[in-house]
Structure formats: structure tokens, C-alpha cells
């Protein structure tokens, strides 16, 4: 079993950086295909990106493309998210997860393993 460990929230002005990073262990990090999602307050849960187990297949939701990059280092154990150019509207509890499947999927369903999240706030 997987146990995942986000970090690297905060509070930041629109137009700033933040770098979440999430820290896997009890299993084979390399074979897990890995997520991020976010949930605002009212909201249900968002895909945002996620990466495959070799790290080369990314997948993006369109409202954070060209602005947040997915990365993922085996030797690690942890994937993280560059988050650039930050908007108000990405304000959310930001999750990382984890699924055994070598897949890029934006479906919340397919992870089985799940962080417990980290808070980005962007105030304007």
C-alpha cells in the first residue's frame, strides 16, 4: 500500500510560482501511474494533471496548461507540481494520488491511493 505526503502549499499573490511536491512510499513509486486534483470550497473534485509511470505521458486539464508542469522523480519517490502564473481561481485543497494502472487518467475513480492535501490559496 501506497501512502502519499503533499507539501508545499501556501499563500500567494496572482501571478506567482508555487511548487507542490508529494512524497510516496510503501510501494514501488515507479510502477504507479500518479494524479493531482484540486477541490475548492462548494466544488467537487477537479482533475489537474497527471503523469505516467515513466514520466513521459502528461496529460493537462485545459485551464492550467502552459502554466503548471507535472513531474515525477523515481529516484525520489515524489511527483510534483510546478504551478506558474496563478490565477485566484486556482485557489483549492490540491491532492496527490496514485494508481497501479500504467495509464494517464483524469478520472478521480482510477486512483486508488490518495494524499490527504495541501492548501494553495492565490489572492488577487
Known amino acids: 500500500q501506497v501512502q502519499l505526503v503533499e507539501s508545499g502549499g501556501g499563500l500567494v499573490q496572482a501571478g506567482g510560482s508555487l511548487r507542490l511536491s508529494c512524497a510516496a512510499s510503501g510501494g514501488s513509486f515507479s510502477m504507479y501511474s500518479l494524479g493531482w486534483f484540486r477541490q475548492a470550497p462548494g466544488m467537487q473534485i477537479e482533475f489537474v494533471a497527471t503523469?505516467?509511470?515513466?514520466?513521459?505521458?502528461?496529460r493537462y486539464v485545459d485551464s492550467v496548461k502552459g502554466r503548471f508542469t507535472i513531474s515525477r522523480d523515481n529516484a525520489k519517490n515524489t511527483v510534483y507540481l510546478q504551478m506558474n502564473s496563478l490565477k485566484p481561481e486556482d485557489t483549492a485543497v490540491y491532492s496527490c494520488a496514485a494508481s497501479p494502472l500504467d495509464a494517464t487518467m483524469i478520472r478521480p475513480a482510477g486512483y486508488a491511493y490518495w494524499g490527504q492535501g495541501t492548501q494553495v490559496t492565490v489572492s488577487s
Open positions: 503523469i505516467g509511470r515513466s514520466g513521459f505521458s502528461t
